[in-house]
């Protein structure tokens, strides 16, 4: 997601601090690649509270295509997103560039109210957030990042890799399945260990129970580019990706998507109580 550049002092003192605190010599050794997965997670539960407070835009385009590549069916949704406790909640404008009626908007404000009151509750949404950290370890596990160099961007330590599959892990889920089949490149920020870029692509056909819980073919690609706000927020302003793929009924064969977020609005809501309060019955 990609959130205002708010021109302030205080943000850029901040922003200027974090920039001289990452700076790395070049030639120290580069951190364990599970130090830098924990890292992320820690920062991000560290932030949770102030990533609550980015509203953003998002844009979706999925492209249904033959095997040929003819566009058969194009669909577009324009949605708001927050973040209640770490968990992304999304709330549905348009679809296909037409606006809800006011009934679809009744059904999805109670759906995204539900989704809000449930991950209201911390330990609701801490057992969610330990779930999607679980996945991303297991992940990491059937990968390998080699030849990792360092780089000063912008003032920051940054980290560059190139994602192998792990040869001697053998997948035990889907999502690890995935992941042995997929090479590619992504540079991670130093301190926070956040991901800034990912670019990777299956390298061979995968089908998992005859192609009837997974189909993978060879060539799919993905890319998701995240970024740094000034206050520290780590905020993903796109996602993309394309190919034929299938796991269970969530994918139809041939597609491409791109997902682009942006136009965030930052909020900040102070309270403070003038003169006595007085009950109401």
């Given at each position: 997601?990609?959130a205002?550049?708010?021109?302030?002092?205080?943000?850029?003192?901040?922003?200027?601090?974090?920039?001289?605190?990452?700076?790395?010599?070049?030639?120290?050794?580069?951190?364990?690649?599970?130090?830098?997965?924990?890292?992320?997670?820690?920062?991000?539960?560290?932030?949770?509270?102030?990533?609550?407070?980015?509203?953003?835009?998002?844009?979706?385009?999925?492209?249904?295509?033959?095997?040929?590549?003819?566009?058969?069916?194009?669909?577009?949704?324009?949605?708001?997103?927050?973040?209640?406790?770490?968990?992304?909640?999304?709330?549905?404008l348009?679809?296909?560039?037409?606006?809800?009626?006011?009934?679809?908007?009744?059904?999805?404000?109670?759906?995204?109210?539900?989704?809000?009151?449930?991950?209201?509750?911390?330990?609701?949404?801490?057992?969610?957030?330990?779930k999607?950290?679980?996945?991303?370890?297991?992940?990491?596990?059937?990968?390998?990042?080699?030849?990792?160099?360092?780089?000063?961007?912008?003032?920051?330590?940054?980290?560059?890799?190139?994602?192998?599959?792990?040869?001697?892990?053998?997948?035990?889920?889907?999502?690890?399945?995935?992941?042995?089949?997929?090479?590619?490149?992504?540079?991670?920020?130093?301190?926070?260990?956040?991901?800034?870029?990912?670019?990777?692509?299956?390298?061979?056909?995968?089908?998992?129970?005859?192609?009837?819980?997974?189909?993978?073919?060879?060539?799919?690609?993905?890319?998701?580019?995240?970024?740094?706000?000034?206050?520290g927020?780590?905020?993903?302003?796109?996602?993309?990706?394309?190919g034929?793929?299938?796991?269970?009924?969530?994918?139809?064969?041939?597609?491409?998507?791109?997902?682009?977020?942006?136009?965030c609005?930052?909020?900040?809501?102070?309270?403070?109580?003038?003169?006595?309060?007085?009950?109401?019955?």
């Amino acid at each position: 997601m990609k959130a205002p550049r708010k021109v302030c002092l205080c943000c850029l003192a901040l922003a200027l601090g974090c920039g001289a605190q990452t700076t790395t010599s070049q030639n120290a050794p580069l951190p364990n690649p599970g130090d830098l997965l924990q890292r992320a997670i820690a920062n991000e539960a560290k932030l949770a509270a102030e990533q609550e407070r980015y509203e953003c835009r998002v844009d979706d385009e999925t492209t249904e295509l033959d095997s040929k590549g003819n566009v058969k069916k194009t669909e577009t949704e324009t949605k708001e997103e927050f973040y209640v406790n770490g968990i992304e909640v999304d709330r549905t404008l348009a679809k296909n560039g037409k606006y809800l009626t006011p009934d679809e908007t009744k059904k999805e404000d109670n759906k995204v109210m539900k989704r809000t009151v449930k991950y209201n509750d911390t330990a609701t949404a801490k057992k969610e957030t330990d779930k999607q950290n679980k996945q991303l370890e297991e992940v990491m596990q059937a990968m390998q990042l080699e030849n990792g160099h360092r780089q000063s961007v912008n003032g920051r330590s940054v980290l560059f890799y190139d994602i192998v599959p792990n040869p001697k892990f053998k997948a035990r889920n889907l999502n690890q399945h995935f992941a042995q089949v997929m090479q590619g490149k992504i540079s991670l920020d130093e301190q926070t260990g956040e991901p800034i870029d990912i670019n990777i692509k299956s390298t061979q056909d995968l089908k998992i129970a005859g192609g009837m819980l997974a189909n993978l073919h060879k060539g799919f690609w993905v890319h998701v580019h995240d970024h740094a706000e000034p206050d520290g927020v780590w905020l993903t302003d796109l996602a993309e990706g394309s190919g034929d793929a299938r796991a269970a009924l969530f994918f139809h064969p041939y597609f491409r998507f791109k997902e682009t977020t942006g136009n965030c609005h930052l909020y900040n809501a102070t309270a403070q109580q003038i003169g006595q309060a007085t009950a109401v019955k």
